[in-house]
C-alpha cells in the first residue's frame, strides 16, 4: 500500500503484522537526524576529533578523512566503517572522556523538534497499549516524548518473549545520563571492540534481536545498509543461520539500487525517494493506523 502519491510502498504483510502488534521498529540515528538534527555517526565521529582536540596526523583523523572522501563516491560508501576511528581513539584516550564528548554531541536544543521520534512511538504502539522500539541510538529523545515509557540498556536486556517484559525502549548500545555528561550505565557499544564483544565474542546483542526475530518482524529505520550495528548485526545471524524472511529495512532511492544494498543481507528493503532530504518517508505516517 501507498499512502501518498510520492511515498514508501509498504508490503500488506508488514502493514498486517504491524497492526496485529507483530512488528519491532529498530531506529538508527537518522531518525534523531531528520528533524531533531542529531549527528549521524560519522558526524558524531568527526565531533568527538574536535571536542578531544585530536592531532591531525593521528591515525584517527587521517582515517575520518578518508571516510569522508569515500562516502562521496557512489559505489563505496562503508569501506571504513566509523566503529574503526572510535577504536583507534580508545587506543589514545581513555573511554571515560571519549563517552564525555559523544554525550555533549547529543545534547539537543531547548527547542528540539521531536516529530520523528512521535511519529515512531505511534507506529510502535501495540493493539494492547504497549509501546515497543529498539534504539541502537544513545540521545534519550523518545524519553523526553513519553517520559513514563519503560526504559532498558545492555547489557541488562528484556526478555523479548515476555510481553510484560519487553516494552518500552530498548537501548541496544547504551544511552547517555540526563544530563547528556556521560554515558548511563555500563557506557556506550561505539568502537569496533565493543561491537566485536556484543554481537560475536559474548554475544548478548545477537542473542537479543535472534529471540525478537523468533517472535516478531524487524523493520530497520535510519539506517543504511554499511551501518556498523546494521553489519555487526547481520554477520552475527548468517554466522547462527540464515536471515530469517522477517527483516525490512526503509532506504532511500529507486527500487533496484535499495533492493542491491539489503538483498545480500537477507533484508527486504522499502525503497523511498528522498529528494535531497527524507520528508517522503515521514510524511505518509499520519495515515497509517490501525485498522
Known sequence: MRFLADGPLIPDELLIARDEGRVVFFCGAGVSKECAGLPLFFELAEDVIKGLKVDEEEPACKILKEAQKLNQRPGVGGLIPADRIFGLLENSFDIKDIEAEVAKALKPNSSVDLSAHRI??????????????????????????EPELTQSSYPRLPDPHRNDEFKGIVHLHGHVDKDYSKAAGDGFILSSRGFGRAYLAEGWATSFIKSVL??????????????????????????????????????????????????????????????????????????????
Open 214 to 291: 523468533d517472535k516478531y518482524v524487524v523493520v530497520f529505520i535510519g539506517y543504511t545498509a554499511d551501518d556498523p550495528p546494521v553489519q555487526y548485526l547481520l554477520e552475527a545471524l548468517n554466522s547462527i543461520s540464515k536471515s530469517p524472511d522477517k527483516i525490512y529495512a526503509f532506504q532511500d532511492g529507486p527500487v533496484d539500487k535499495a533492493e542491491a544494498k539489503w538483498r545480500p543481507k537477507g533484508v527486504k528493503a522499502i525503497a523511498y525517494n528522498a529528494s535531497g532530504d527524507h520528508k517522503t518517508l515521514w510524511k505518509p505516517w499520519s495515515s497509517w493506523k490501525y485498522i
Open 120 to 145: 515512531m512511538l505511534d507506529l510502535a504502539s501495540t493493539p494492547d497499549g504497549n509501546t515497543r522500539i529498539v534504539t541502537t541510538n544513545f540521545d534519550l529523545l523518545f524519553e523526553s516524548c
